[in-house]
């Protein structure tokens, strides 16, 4: 069934406040036209690119959040942070992330969006790496989106505090990474959620 113009730019109005993040991609296929016409509708109701509007969210909502470095230091854009308990960030591979060969994304750039988004979860002025277990457990290829998840679980043996961190295309797990912080405010055994490791 065609949609009227209007009724296309109310739905495609509604889609983006209730999912900012959509690309125009995905709404193209949603809506069933071609990504021109949905650059035409953002554009006809100065609704900015998926770019502008992740980085606006995280520089109104982050920027002071984010303790243990610099937002512009985040590889991937940080969409959700709870200090001490959970991130969310998103990176888009593009062509500077890939071999030129096949086009898939070098593995040290999904290893620094999940290691720069367990060091900004911690709630501390110094947060450094400390120990790392990694998967990789697919290749990532060029035009796709990775989403990585972190989830502090508490604090091991050693005073550090350890981070999970997923990493998703389309809800595939494409990297698993527990990450063991070191934090400058560390104690052993501070808090009561200790995990041994």
Do not use: C
Request: hydrophobic letters at 40%; charged letters at 30%; proline letters at 1%.
């Amino acid at each position: 069934m065609k949609r009227t113009k209007s009724e296309r730019q109310r739905l495609l109005l509604e889609t983006i406040d209730e999912t900012p993040f959509i690309t125009d991609e995905d709404l193209a296929r949603k809506f069933n036209v071609s990504i021109q016409t949905i650059r035409l509708d953002r554009m006809e109701h100065a609704i900015p690119e998926l770019r502008e509007r992740i980085k606006s969210v995280a520089t109104h909502e982050w920027n002071e959040t984010v303790k243990a470095l610099s937002l512009d230091e985040v590889i991937g854009e940080i969409i959700d942070l709870e200090l001490d308990s959970r991130a969310i960030s998103i990176l888009n591979i593009r062509a500077e992330h890939v071999f030129s060969r096949n086009r898939i994304a070098r593995g040290h750039h999904l290893f620094a969006q999940a290691n720069s988004l367990a060091v900004a979860v911690i709630n501390d002025e110094l947060a450094l790496t400390a120990k790392t277990e990694l998967t990789f457990t697919r290749q990532v290829k060029e035009g796709e989106r990775v989403v990585a998840k972190a989830l502090v679980e508490g604090t091991n043996d050693k005073g550090h505090t350890v981070v999970r961190v997923l990493s998703y295309v389309n809800q595939e797990i494409v990297f698993k990474g527990l990450f063991y912080m070191y934090r400058s405010n560390q104690q052993k055994g501070e808090q009561t959620n200790e995990i041994s490791h």
